[in-house]
Nanobody, 126 residues
Framework: QVQLVESGGGLVQAGGSLRLSCAASGRTFSSYAMGWFRQAPGKEREFVAAISRSDGTTKYTDSVKGRFTISRDNAKNTVYLQMNILKPEDTGLYYC???????????????????WGQGTQVTVSS
């Protein structure tokens, strides 16, 4: 059984920073691509960022490029999302997810992930 636990969310003013962490169970963490999604009230779950399982390449949704950085520490079974210059539009519940086996890179579609964390709330005030 795979378990993902997010942490690091909170309340921050616009322009501030937060660092989210996602701790994964097991010893095969490096075999899977990982992704971050977010969901604002009344909106669909949105892809934020993903990191590959092999070469560490990353991708981001356009709205966070240049502000967010996804990274992973395979020795610690942890994926991170560094969020800088936060905007109110970044507010939402942030989920960590593990991409299913066939994906070398985490896909944009949420259907490409087989395990999800419970989420951590990020609130950015004006």
């Amino acid at each position: 059984q795979v378990q993902l636990v997010e942490s690091g969310g909170g309340l921050v003013q616009a322009g501030g920073s937060l660092r989210l962490s996602c701790a994964a169970s097991g010893r095969t963490f490096s075999s899977y691509a990982m992704g971050w999604f977010r969901q604002a009230p009344g909106k669909e779950r949105e892809f934020v960022a993903a990191i590959s399982r092999s070469d560490g390449t990353t991708k981001y949704t356009d709205s966070v490029k240049g502000r967010f950085t996804i990274s992973r520490d395979n020795a610690k079974n942890t994926v991170y999302l560094q969020m800088n210059i936060l905007k109110p539009e970044d507010t939402g519940l942030y989920y960590c997810a593990r991409a299913s086996g066939p994906y070398a890179m985490g896909p944009v579609a949420s259907t490409g992930y087989d395990y999800w964390g419970q989420g951590t709330q990020v609130t950015v005030s004006s």
